[in-house]
Every structure is written in structure tokens, then in C-alpha cells.
């Protein structure tokens, strides 16, 4: 893939899905009534609304940061794991909402493995060199 395609398919990628972590975490800090309800009918109090908000900014702060924007993909997957298991508790439908989380995190790793070539690296298929 071109340098610049990949550039700017990395770019897209991440600004998706960061703007959409974004907007769901400041729902969920501002404690805005749909987050408070859609957290009420995934089967958690309101009371952890902020805390789950807070969570998520921290997570998503991690992976906006390059040097730490690994570590920020590896919490949000399981961050976004466990919203894939709550969908699935409540028998929510499977492709509108079980497995939303699971497309943002596709666009989370997919954004980071195009604008990262130590990711790219680690994760090629070619043998490491002898050393």
C-alpha cells in the first residue's frame, strides 16, 4: 500500500473511532439521561455511569498518545470486550448492537497498525533476523 493511502486510510480509521469513543465518554461524564439509560438497560446502576466515562477517557487518552497509544488499544479491546458481553447478556440484536464494539475496535487496531511500523513489524509474517 502507498505511503500516503496508508496515511490517510490510518488517519480516517482512528478519527472514527476515536470520535466515537469520545462522544460516547463525554456522554457518559456529563451523565447525559440516554447514557445513564442505556447503561440502566445493559443491567448497571447509574451510579457507575461517570465511572465507566472516566475509564473510557483514560483508555482513550492512552491510545491518542503515540508512545503509549499500544498499551490504550490493548484497554479499550477489553473495555469494548466487556460491552460486547453485556450486549450479549441482555440478548441484544447481534449485528446493530452485540457486535458494534467489536467493529470499533477493528478500526482502533486497524488505525494503529497502519500509522505504527512497529506494530506493522511485530505482527509481519516474515522470519526475524538471526541475530
Known sequence: MPVNTRRWTARILTGLSVAFLLFDATIKVLQAAPAIKGTVELGFPPDVVL??????????????????????????????GGAVASHVRVGNPLFSHTLFPTYVAAMLWGGLYLRDARLRSLLSASPAPAA
Open 51 to 80: 465511572g465507566i466515562g472516566l475509564l473510557q477517557l483514560a483508555c482513550l487518552v492512552l491510545y491518542i498518545v503515540p508512545r503509549t497509544s499500544f498499551l490504550g488499544a490493548v484497554l479499550l479491546t477489553g473495555y469494548l
